[in-house]
């Protein structure tokens, strides 16, 4: 095994996108949350109807903030929270909840715009799906960016279209591939969500690494799959139709699937919870930060790193 490697001056074994942005910019940086009203086109019936198995009516969104706010609102009330409690100076807007490309460019415009008005914004990540981007639209978002530190985050979930069928997610990797290469050519970050669990084996799971890989892909955001109340996908659990990972064999994948990936990669999440009133299953995913020191010392365990395997191959 090659000698351990450390990344952005910490003592971490992946490369922590929490900790790149402060070496970016010379202090940590926070994410304040905005739902901007939009909705999703495999809810609303456009290209399919009662979305992914997985999503509840919340739309992925962890936030307590309201879109009766207007955005200005949000940003301003997200930013005193933040700063009132950890001192934070600096901040990314993050539109989270839904799909969020899913407007007219025009209205697009005037939405993206509204998040950055606050001084101390450096940032700006668009949560949104690979069927709902288009010239116009990757076009706007790369004007901002060369202003903004900006991201783009698609969810892809896995690059197996069985498992995408099966999920009800509404498009197919394909049409993930189209978009990820006209965000790149456009110049734009592009961070690519996953979720473990899937009814996937593990050699599917870390094919799915592979391929990040292989794409170079800027930032992964890692999921464990959840049942949340009111999901298709806690009626599929409540009738035993699947079972979820332990939090033993959840670390042990994320270490796998991270030693595939590039060291340039930025990790984005490696366990996210939604929120815990919600949660059905499986429950050890409330704990956190017990998850993230499982992973921490599952490296140390195996004197391994992000992009270990990398380094390894014949």
Known sequence: MTEAMFFNNTDKRYNQFSAFLKNKFGAKVYKITIDAGFSCPNRDGTISKGGCIFCDDGGSFSQAHSNLLSIEEQVKIGAKTLHDRFKAEKFMSYFQAYTNTYKPVNELEKIYKSALTHPDIVGLSIGTRPDCVDEDKLNLISDISKDYYTWIEYGLQSIHDKTLQKINRGHDFACFLKAYEKTKEKGINVCVHVIFGLWETKDEILQTAQKLAQLKVDGVKIHMLCALKDTKLAKLYENNEID???????????????????????????????????????????????????????????????????????
């Open 244 to 314: 979820f990972m332990s939090e033993d064999e959840y670390v042990k994948l994320v270490c796998d699937f991270l030693e595939l990936l590039p060291p340039e990669t930025t990790i984005h999440r490696l366990a996210g919870n939604g929120l815990k009133k919600n949660l059905i299953a499986p429950r050890w995913l409330g704990a956190k930060l017990d998850c993230l020191n499982k992973i921490d010392r599952e490296f140390i365990n195996r004197n391994s790193f992000q992009s270990a395997k990398l380094f390894t191959k014949s």
